[in-house]
């Protein structure tokens, strides 16, 4: 009878956990390595963007299924609410009152301006006049949105930012500083003809939950209490350590 009633009571407790078990889906960055791309399927993401947003989710009792897709879709679903978030995004000044955010940086980045081989280098001011690469839907630092006198040349990504830079069609391009290095590693002929130049900032970045999505705000609430679980518990500092391997 003992053993009856173990068995029964074990039976519930898997019933109970499998019903309360979550999956959530979240749209990705497909084309931003090493933060964010998409698998060689095109059917998950892989990076330190989505391996800590998994990591966080889970301590939390949430699988996340990603889904791959060019930033400007990706944004654009959240702010129809057909899609419940979007990474990865900065705060700044077109972004702060038109999604939640959760307080607590998803990770931080480095973003360059990037010149031909033979530039000196040079700051945001020396920008003034000068076309500049930036890539379609992407989020760029207060900074630098709101200097009218810099003249965007705007292209669908990151590497043909770095083609026109080389074949003189800009004359500078801001991009992400490991995303260039990675860029210019993987194409040497760029890296014979471009560099980077100077340093715009240090940024955090977030995963934007929809306003108009009705679950937006639970879970950039749940996601906060993700992130700061596995910051605490050293899963965190792991992510990071892999991924600086992964680097080199």
Not at 81 to 109: M, V, W
Request: one cysteine or more.
């Amino acid at each position: 009878m003992v053993l009856i009633h173990l068995i029964f009571a074990a039976l519930m407790f898997t019933s109970v956990s499998a019903a309360s078990a979550e999956t959530i889906l979240l749209n990705g960055e497909d084309d931003w390595a090493p933060y964010s791309s998409a698998t060689k399927d095109y059917k998950d993401l892989q990076g330190l963007a989505p391996d800590i947003i998994r990591a966080a989710f889970k301590s939390q009792g949430i699988t996340v299924v990603f889904r791959p897709m060019p930033f400007t879709r990706c944004m654009k679903e959240v702010d129809l609410g057909r899609s419940l978030g979007c990474f990865d995004t900065l705060i700044n000044a077109e972004t702060q009152d038109r999604y939640l955010f959760h307080p607590t940086p998803l990770f931080k980045a480095e973003m360059y301006i990037y010149g031909k081989i033979n530039s000196k280098p040079v700051t945001l001011i020396d920008l003034e006049g000068k076309k500049v690469g930036v890539t379609m839907g992407y989020t760029y630092p207060t900074s630098f949105i709101e200097n009218k006198k810099i003249l965007r040349e705007v292209g669908p990504t990151e590497k043909s930012q770095m083609q026109k830079l080389a074949s003189g069609r800009i004359d500078y391009a801001i991009l992400w500083g490991l995303t260039g290095e990675k860029i210019l590693k993987d194409n040497p002929n760029l890296m014979s003809k471009v560099k980077a130049v100077g340093k715009v900032s240090r940024d955090s970045l977030y995963i934007n939950f929809s306003k108009k999505h009705k679950d937006g705000a639970k879970y950039a609430a749940i996601f906060e209490k993700g992130l700061k679980t596995i910051i605490e518990n050293g899963t965190y500092k792991k992510i990071e350590a892999d991924f600086q391997k992964s680097l080199n």
